[in-house]
């Protein structure tokens, strides 16, 4: 199938964001025949998000989930992608980090003895005129950070440019499909992927995955002075944006009953800027988004098990940015070559979940 105009097509993918433009991209770069659909919204995860690969987490400052791989591989997927767009994307940085007492000033003096990401502790003098700390900081490198909404609008007008996608919201009760294909209002497929973030919790094919979505709100500030050579952390992340500007965030919240920013985090962010910075700061903006997180924090990829012409590239959670560009790859190398998904991450997993799903 490769007809655009007469609206048959190898694969509709429904969603742009991370997940959405790299596989349609990976299978366009195949000679795959796409069309996505996405109606674009403000406070996507995707759009919100920080745009930074840290290779590692939490506070025991452990490696990321197969960092070794998703690293070089990012660097690789974003580097080529925005020489054929002629933007720049990606850049390593490193991340300063200030331990905010002395049990975590102890865990990153001994980490950085095993890890070669870690160093510990760095001059700290030339931080005083910037920062109020009590204990010298460590760095984290490199990190890596993307420029994810130069990214998304870049690929979305070369998508409108060829008439590869359109602006509009899925609606469910207009697909039927059999294990062969898959018919969309006048669109016809050999297979549909759902690459649409939180919505895809609400899909009658995949709402029994353990989707656990929680919201995230995020602060853009200009810092004049400050240097933009790093990331800063100390509870939360300063991360240059653009010029003097810089993301401030994230929040994690489990428990919400709405997707909009509130003024107990602007209030937060600002006290804690008060405390921490020894330069002016503005706020300029502050906006909240859900991410498509699971109780797995691993990814959903794969085709449906009962279902082959459904397919799923989603459950990135926090991890986006490293995760979106190898999982498309792996997902676009099953559906065209058979090859092997992850086992953590390859929806097969879920084979028994997903057959009391109810499709009829």
Not at 95 to 124: G, W
Request: charged share 20%.
């Amino acid at each position: 199938m490769a007809d655009i105009c007469g609206m048959q097509v190898d694969y509709l993918i429904i969603g742009q964001g991370l997940c959405g433009s790299f596989l349609s991209r990976y299978l366009l770069e195949a000679g795959c025949s796409v069309l996505v659909i996405d109606q674009p919204v403000e406070n996507s995860a995707s759009r919100i998000a920080s745009g930074i690969i840290n290779p590692v987490t939490g506070r025991r400052l452990v490696r990321t989930w197969e960092i070794e791989q998703l690293m070089p591989f990012a660097w690789e997927a974003y580097s080529s992608w925005g020489e054929q767009l002629q933007q720049s994307l990606i850049r390593k940085i490193s991340v300063l980090d200030f331990p905010p007492n002395p049990s975590m000033q102890q865990a990153f003096e001994e980490r950085a003895a095993e890890d070669t990401y870690l160093q510990y502790p760095v001059a700290a003098d030339e931080w005083k005129p910037f920062f109020n700390f009590l204990f010298p900081p460590g760095l984290i490198q490199p990190a890596l950070s993307i420029s994810i909404g130069t990214l998304l609008t870049a690929w979305r007008k070369e998508l409108e440019n060829r008439q590869w996608i359109r602006s509009e919201v899925f609606e469910w009760n207009d697909l039927t499909y059999s294990d062969s294909e898959v018919r969309y209002r006048d669109i016809i497929a050999k297979k549909i992927i759902f690459c649409d973030g939180v919505n895809g919790q609400q899909l009658p094919c995949f709402q029994l995955l353990p989707f656990a979505p929680n919201k995230g709100e995020v602060i853009w500030a200009r810092i004049p002075g400050l240097p933009d050579s790093h990331i800063y952390k100390l509870g939360i992340h300063i991360v240059p944006w653009e010029g003097d500007v810089f993301w401030i965030g994230s929040s994690y919240e489990w428990n919400f009953t709405h997707d909009q920013p509130t003024e107990s985090f602007r209030n937060q962010i600002e006290q804690t800027l008060k405390k921490w910075l020894r330069v002016n700061f503005q706020i300029l903006d502050h906006r909240a988004a859900i991410r498509p997180a699971n109780l797995e924090r691993r990814p959903f990829i794969g085709l449906h098990p009962h279902h082959p012409s459904l397919a799923i590239l989603n459950g990135m959670g926090t991890k986006g940015c490293s995760l979106a560009p190898w999982f498309a790859r792996e997902l676009a190398n099953h559906l065209l070559l058979g090859t092997p998904i992850h086992p953590q991450a390859d929806i097969a997993r879920f084979t028994k979940i997903l057959g009391k799903n109810s499709l009829e």
